[in-house]
């Protein structure tokens, strides 16, 4: 466990805005900062930061808290697992009231492949470094590729022996359990139940996770055997989805948000040569064909993909209509195709970064104007292959979200393919109705569509149920006592009073009904008692995930008032602070008046069914006795609270 001084470190030192512009795209709107949610697909931006406060808010999934809750969240940490990362980014000496050995498998199923892989990475890394045969086999080979030192370490490269058993047997006595080798990959195991290695006598290639930790790795032979493959990967596992893996993407987050530019290139090898030349914004698919998933990780970085192709034109035909999927996530695409016989690999290491740049810059065009000048070129004279190609083109525009972006394609391909663009509009909009009709009737028939981009185009809060009153009420309470619980009454009279003892003491005769404000309200009302004022910071981070969600909740908003609204509009909005009684007993009698309107429909219920005089009696008296409570509290909201 870590130590409550560690953890206090931490969180003084975590800025959530930094460590959240990690993984989302953040801009700065009034005191806060917004993005789009990195939980769900959406195209109108509703996750929101408070740097203030030192908390998140995702509007669209209903996802909230601090940063420690964000990490948790996005990369599925555990508790522990987000402070470390947090207390490595700010350099923070981790103490723990128990030792932990991590060359031995922890508690945690996810943690144990995730340390296995820690280890597999060192040892490759060492093995390539300080072993007679990783120097004269592997590191030979990094080195005529063109790899420094220093990229070599970053990228942690390393080298399998080439015997059978050399990795598995070193891991097992260093106590690494066999089922963590075998379900990470980095083992196999034989009929007769021993293990030997996956990799053996290949480099190795490290694939990192969006935090930095080694989650698998690809291994290249460099035997010329035809009947050997020439990239082993590791196969999915409870760390690893390649699917939503893209390699090199930890060393190239901070230059992507930075350039607001994606480059994608197609192996290991081009990742590391450009990133090497000092273009570090770039990354690779490893090696599996582009995915929803993996758009959408670039996505939450930049809108922009330039696509660097190695200039092999069967390849690049067979690889444009997948392509379509960046269109629809709402992304905008170039390509660049680098001259026959080069790669982005094989032409930065000739050539140098200025002329990469020149290159990139001179030739890069817009991904349906090249998908257009592709097609074009096989179809001649032919009109039914242009038509085709036509129709092709079209279907790639309507992908396009954007109305707007869509009409500037549409008749730019409208001068090239030489046909009317009221052709090419009619036949847009029968691929969009088309695309509307099988939706609907999918949803029709139960079976839920997959969400498209316009579907994205306005957001609510589902994950927010609907509140019945009551629960809007007892949420107000927990709203007022985080804003205004430590400021000191000034009104009547009443001195050396704070809000929040007093919203206690007025309380104590009310029943919370719903769960996570009932648990709230313990939880405040104990504090007092101890002598403490809670803040908002003692929820936010407060170990109960239910209560954070709460908190956080009340604490958000969507909404931010102009600076000049005033001005602009000459509307004034009345401030809740300029009249501090009126907003806190409004909220206590609200609360009241509505606990007693249900105690006299319990009594109405009961009178129903009632059959006895003396019940019938007793009930009356009660109801008549709840009557006079609301008529004062009705009446006291109406003098006190309404003027």
């Known amino acids: ?104 498998e922890e508690q945690n199923h996810r943690e144990s492949l995730m340390i296995v892989s820690g280890f597999a990475a060192k040892y490759f890394h060492e093995s390539l470094l300080e072993t007679d045969e990783g120097k004269s086999i592997g590191y030979s080979y990094f080195k005529e590729r063109g790899f420094s030192n220093d990229t070599i370490k970053k990228f942690e490269l390393g080298y399998s022996p080439d015997q059978w058993e050399a990795f598995t047997g070193e891991a097992l006595k260093q106590g690494y359990k066999e089922e963590f080798i075998v379900e990470s990959g980095l083992s196999v195991k034989r009929d007769n139940g021993s293990l030997y290695d996956r990799y053996r006598g290949r480099v190795m290639f490290p694939i990192h996770s969006f935090t930095g930790r080694v989650i698998a790795f690809g291994g290249r032979t ?82 922009n993909i330039t696509i660097l192709y190695d200039g092999d034109a069967a390849g690049i035909k067979a690889s444009l209509r997948g392509l379509d999927m960046i269109l629809e996530e709402g992304l905008n695409v170039k390509v660049v195709l680098f001259p026959d016989g080069h790669d982005p690999d094989s032409f930065v290491q000739k050539f140098g970064t200025n002329a990469f740049k020149t290159h990139v810059d001179k ?136 809000i929040g003892p007093f919203m206690i003491a007025e309380l104590s005769d009310v029943e919370f009904e719903q769960p996570e404000t009932n648990k709230f309200m313990e939880i405040y009302r104990q504090e007092v008692e101890n002598g403490v004022l809670p803040e908002e910071q003692h929820f936010i981070h407060y170990h109960d995930k239910g209560i954070v969600d709460l908190v956080v909740t009340m604490l958000a908003t969507k909404y931010i008032l102009s600076e000049n609204w005033y001005e602009m509009h000459k509307i004034l909005v009345p401030d809740e602070q300029a009249n501090m009684k009126a907003t806190i007993l409004g909220a206590i009698f609200h609360l009241k008046k509505q606990k007693v309107g249900k105690i006299l429909t319990q009594i109405r219920n009961e009178l129903q069914t009632t059959t006895g005089e003396v019940d019938q009696e007793i009930l009356l008296n009660q109801y008549m006795h709840m009557k006079k409570v609301e008529k004062t509290i009705s009446d006291y909201l109406g003098s006190v609270i309404m003027k």
């Open 363 to 498: 030739n890069k065009k817009d991904f349906i104007l090249y998908k257009t000048e592709i097609l074009l070129k096989d179809v001649g004279n032919d009109p039914i292959k242009k038509a085709e190609v036509i129709r092709e083109i079209v279907e790639s525009i309507a992908k396009i979200p954007d109305s707007i972006k869509a009409s500037v394609f549409l008749k730019e391909c409208s001068n090239r393919l030489e046909i009317d663009e009221r052709a090419l509009l009619t036949e847009l909009n029968k691929m969009r109705q088309a695309k509307a009709k099988k939706d609907s009737q999918q949803a029709y028939q139960g079976r839920k569509p997959e969400p498209s981009s316009e579907d994205l185009l306005f957001f609510d809060e589902p994950q927010e149920h609907i509140a019945k009153e009551s629960d809007t009420q007892e949420r107000e309470i927990v709203r007022l006592l985080l804003n205004y619980g430590n400021k000191m009454i000034d009104w009547d009279g009443i001195a050396n009073t704070y």
């Open 222 to 303: 460099l035997k010329s055997d035809k009947n050997v493959p020439k990239y082993v990967n590791s196969p999915e596992s409870e760390i690893y989805h390649k699917s939503s893996i893209l390699y090199g993407l930890y060393f190239a987050k901070k230059a992507i948000r930075e350039e607001d530019n994606c480059y994608l290139v197609e192996g290991y090898a081009d990742v590391i040569s450009v990133h090497q030349a000092g273009i570090e914004n770039v990354v690779a698919s490893s090696g599996t064909s582009l995915t929803v998933e993996q758009i959408r990780l670039i996505g939450r970085l930049t809108k």
């Open 1 to 104: 466990m870590i130590t409550k001084p560690t953890v206090d470190r931490i969180m003084e030192a975590t800025d959530i805005v930094e460590v959240i512009g990690e993984f989302v795209q953040l801009k700065k709107r009034g005191a806060n900062y917004v993005g789009l949610s990195p939980f769900v697909n959406e195209r109108t931006p509703s996750f929101t930061v408070s740097p203030a406060k030192g908390i998140f808010k995702d509007f669209s999934s209903g996802k909230g808290g601090s940063a420690v809750t964000f990490l948790m969240e996005l990369e599925k940490f555990t508790y522990p697992e987000a402070l470390k990362w947090l207390a490595k980014k700010y350099s923070i000496e981790v103490e723990e009231t128990v030792n932990t050995t991590e060359n031995l």
